[in-house]
């Protein structure tokens, strides 16, 4: 199993502009998360997701969106990019039985200037 | 509510010396608890998990920590610290019952080891 796969790695991304975070796991889990790390905050939840079809808003979810139209994915979309969403975004998923071990990507690293 | 407090973003130690990373929760009942570890450009990894249970919990790599309700903490340690033990340490608490989202991490603290 590849687990919890993210893209890009690294983005620079101006002022404005739109991207999506791509995120996949193939543990066929229910459950799915999108973080941000920021420095001296710990991880701060964007969204979740608990089955295809099913998302809603986590600590932290003005200037994104997401969509679960599939088990396997969940993109994290940002619309409107601005400095303040300079961070690392890790996404993460669980399994229905066991959903308190939250397997993570390796994390995104986003820059807006 | 819940909340979780590290104490210390930076911790040191030499090599081979007793590893102590200190986590402190608030709960209105007995709740989960975890620690995540983080190296260096990489996602977090479950260390160990506290789920009501055994008290004394034991994980990966020789980590182990010890849930302690009159002092409402949860403090990691291990006996004698490897170079490859640097790394960020996250605590993080859930209510029992609460949703799998419901976690809260604290802000982490960062293992240095040195030689």
């Known amino acids: 199993n590849a687990g919890v796969t993210q893209t890009p790695k690294f983005r620079i991304l101006k002022i404005g502009q739109s991207m999506t975070l791509q995120c996949a796991q193939d543990m066929n889990h229910n459950y799915m998360y999108w973080y941000r790390q920021d420095p001296g905050m710990g991880l701060k939840l964007i969204y979740y997701?608990?089955?295809?079809?099913?998302?809603d808003k986590g600590e932290v979810p003005n200037g994104y969106n997401v969509s679960r139209s599939t088990t396997e994915d969940f993109p994290l979309r940002l619309e409107l990019a601005a400095p303040s969403q300079t961070s690392v975004y890790f996404c993460a998923s669980s399994h229905r039985e066991r959903g308190y071990e939250q397997y993570f990507g390796p994390g995104t690293r986003l820059t807006v200037t | 509510a819940q909340s979780v407090t590290q104490l210390g973003s930076h911790v040191s130690v030499s090599e081979g010396a007793l590893v102590l990373l200190r986590c402190n929760y608030s709960?209105?009942?007995?709740?989960?608890l975890f620690w995540y570890v983080q190296y260096p450009n990489q996602g977090l990894q479950l260390l160990l998990k506290?789920?009501?249970?055994?008290?004394l919990v034991k994980g990966i790599n020789g980590f182990e920590a010890e849930f302690k309700k009159s002092e409402t903490s949860f403090h990691l340690t291990k006996p004698s610290a490897h170079m490859s033990d640097a790394a960020e340490y996250f605590c993080?608490?859930?209510?029992?019952?609460?949703?799998?989202?419901?976690?809260?991490f604290g802000i982490g603290t960062k293992l240095q080891v040195i030689p």
């Open positions: 993080a608490v859930r209510l029992p019952g609460g949703g799998y989202q419901k976690v809260t």
């Open positions: 997701s608990v089955g295809a079809g099913i998302t």
């Open positions: 506290y789920t009501s249970a055994a008290t």
């Open positions: 709960s209105s009942v007995p709740p989960y």
